[in-house]
């Protein structure tokens, strides 16, 4: 590689010193005339002639020659002379010697580069796919001796265990249909309950105060008893004689709505309108037998058909009960949150009666937030213990049910069994009264 760079090296002195040079002269000075003009002093040939003198520059080489051409032209053009100036090129003189030297030089540059590539030549891409199969090597040596007792037993193979799918209850994309929650009461954990699908809450604060009217449709017992003393948890107690206030007084139910009344509890007599397939003048009976029966001037209308053509039927039979009692309790069981239109009527709605299960699945309308909770009223029943009626009671404050039920029983001939808890939780929730 040295004798080869020094090899260059000469080559470009010599060349650089020895090879001839090349030179530019100056242009021959030239004066330019017009025909019919006096002619230069200097012999010089002329165009046109036959005979031709030698000129100076043959004579003596060192003399540079002058030439006179002559072109027709107009005749007072005054001769014009360029011989003065020199020509740009004057006195530069490059040397062949340095080009050959720039070009060696290149090629020893060239020649370097393709040694490199015969030491280090290009990947060449692969012909045939490469084998992809994953080769799983497990080392079971260990790397961090904690314990010297801990041996491996190098006869035992190792694979890899993918986990297994998620249980379909299970994870983040289980179904909606429950959750499985442990209550408590009193500071004991109560077993576990499936509440069922849920929806989304109507109220993002839920309520804290609520009441609870009871549906009690047995002949007075002790059950009235334990009503009435629940007061005021329980202002209202809905009776039914017999599917409505029959024809004739029944003692009893005379004694006990007395004795309920007097304790500030209010009793509100029952009314079907089976499905709006009463007449109103029947309705409008059933009120006056309530009053003159039993001295009921409150109401629960049952089995209502609240769609749009029927709002007539049931405003007209309010008319009329207005005329009897412009202070009446009225509760409007529609059983479903009615149209918009029936909130027009006095009292409260049954905008949900029906199971537990129904109860968490079921939804409601974005307007029922908007008016005050005691406009309605959720009766929940087949619910059999403490720690569902706890959920379906916190899913009611969600809703905005002011008023609400939980029972067991949907013939309401008798109380829950966790009656007094029921009263308990509501109570807590209005520490005023």
Same mark, same amino acid.
């Given at each position: 590689m040295?004798?080869?760079?020094?090899l260059?090296?000469?080559?470009?002195l010599?060349?650089?010193?020895?090879?001839?040079?090349?030179?530019?002269?100056?242009?021959?000075?030239?004066?330019?005339?017009?025909?019919?003009?006096?002619?230069?002093?200097?012999?010089?040939?002329?165009?046109?002639?036959?005979?031709?003198?030698?000129?100076?520059?043959?004579?003596?080489p060192?003399?540079?020659?002058?030439?006179?051409?002559?072109?027709?032209?107009e005749?007072?053009?005054a001769?014009?002379?360029?011989?003065?100036?020199k020509?740009n090129?004057?006195?530069h003189?490059?040397?062949n010697g340095?080009?050959?030297?720039?070009l060696?030089?290149?090629?020893?540059l060239?020649?370097?580069?393709?040694?490199?590539l015969?030491?280090?030549?290009?990947?060449?891409? %692969? /012909?045939? #796919?490469? +084998?992809v199969? *994953? !080769?799983?090597?497990?080392?079971?040596?260990? =790397?961090? @001796?904690?314990?010297?007792?801990?041996?491996?037993?190098?006869s035992?193979?190792?694979? %890899? /265990?993918? #986990?297994? +799918?998620?249980? *379909? !209850?299970?994870?983040?994309?289980?179904?909606t =249909?429950? @959750?499985?929650?442990a209550?408590t009461?009193?500071?004991?954990?109560?077993p576990?309950?499936? /509440?069922? #699908?849920?929806?989304?809450?109507?109220?993002?604060?839920?309520?804290t105060?609520q009441?609870?009217?009871?549906?009690?449709?047995?002949?007075?017992?002790?059950?009235?008893?334990?009503?009435? /003393?629940?007061?005021?948890?329980?202002?209202?107690?809905?009776?039914?004689?017999?599917?409505?206030?029959g024809?004739s007084?029944?003692?009893?139910?005379?004694?006990a709505?007395?004795?309920?009344?007097s304790?500030?509890?209010?009793?509100?007599?029952?009314?079907?309108?089976a499905?709006?397939t009463?007449?109103?003048a029947?309705?409008?009976?059933?009120?006056?037998?309530?009053?003159?029966l039993?001295n009921?001037k409150?109401?629960y209308?049952?089995?209502m058909?609240?769609?749009?053509?029927?709002?007539?039927?049931?405003?007209?039979?309010?008319?009329?009960?207005?005329n009897?009692?412009?202070?009446?309790?009225?509760?409007?069981?529609?059983?479903?949150?009615?149209i918009?239109?029936y909130?027009?009527?006095?009292g409260?709605?049954?905008?949900y009666?029906?199971?537990s299960?129904?109860?968490?699945?079921?939804?409601?309308?974005?307007?029922?937030?908007?008016?005050?909770?005691?406009?309605f009223?959720?009766i929940?029943?087949?619910?059999?213990?403490?720690?569902?009626?706890?959920?379906?009671?916190?899913?009611s404050?969600?809703?905005?049910?002011?008023?609400?039920y939980?029972?067991?029983?949907?013939?309401?001939?008798?109380?829950p069994?966790?009656?007094?808890t029921?009263?308990a939780?509501?109570k807590?929730?209005?520490p005023?009264?």
């Open positions: 040295v004798l080869k760079t020094s260059v090296i000469v080559v470009a010599v060349s650089f010193f020895i090879l001839p040079q090349q030179t530019f002269a100056e242009p021959t000075p030239t004066t330019w005339g017009c025909i019919g003009c006096t002619p230069p002093q200097t012999a010089t040939p002329t165009l046109g002639q036959t005979s031709v003198a030698p000129s100076q520059s043959e004579l003596n060192s003399v540079q020659a002058e030439a006179t051409i002559t072109l027709p032209c005749s007072d053009i001769p014009a002379h360029f011989g003065g100036k020509d090129h004057q006195g003189k490059p040397h340095l080009f050959l030297m720039l060696i030089f290149l090629l020893e060239l020649n370097r580069l393709l040694e490199q015969g030491a280090n030549p290009l990947p060449v891409p %692969p /012909t045939t #796919p490469p +084998d199969t *994953p !080769t799983v090597v497990l080392d079971l040596t260990p =790397t961090l @001796a904690l314990d010297p007792t801990i041996t491996v037993d190098p035992v193979t190792a694979e %890899p /265990t993918l #986990p297994t +799918d998620p249980s *379909p !209850t299970q994870g983040p994309c289980a179904p =249909t429950g @959750a499985t929650v209550p009461l009193g500071g004991a954990t109560l576990p309950v499936t /509440t069922g #699908p849920s929806t989304p809450p109507l109220l993002t604060t839920p309520l105060c009441s609870m009217p009871v549906l009690l449709f047995v002949a007075p017992n002790t059950s009235w008893d334990t009503v009435r /003393t629940s007061l005021p948890t329980v202002p209202i107690m809905v009776v039914n004689p017999a599917n409505g206030p024809t007084a029944d003692a009893t139910y005379v004694a709505i007395a004795k309920a009344k304790a500030g509890m209010k009793v509100l007599g029952y009314i079907t309108s499905q709006n009463k007449p109103n029947t309705l409008n009976a059933e009120v006056d037998s309530w009053i003159s039993y009921v409150d109401f209308i049952d089995q058909n609240a769609t749009p053509e029927n709002f007539p039927y049931y405003s007209e039979f309010w008319s009329a009960t207005r009897k009692n412009a202070i009446a309790q009225m509760i409007w069981n529609t059983g479903t949150t009615p918009q239109d909130m027009a009527l006095p409260f709605f049954v905008n009666q029906g199971d299960a129904g109860y968490f699945s079921a939804t409601f309308p974005s307007w029922v937030s908007t008016y005050a909770a005691n406009r009223y959720h929940i029943y087949g619910v059999n213990d403490a720690a569902t009626m706890q959920q379906v009671l916190a899913r404050k969600q809703s905005n049910a002011g008023n609400v939980i029972s067991s029983d949907s013939s309401w001939n008798t109380l069994s966790y009656f007094a029921e009263v939780q509501i807590q929730g209005c005023q009264r």
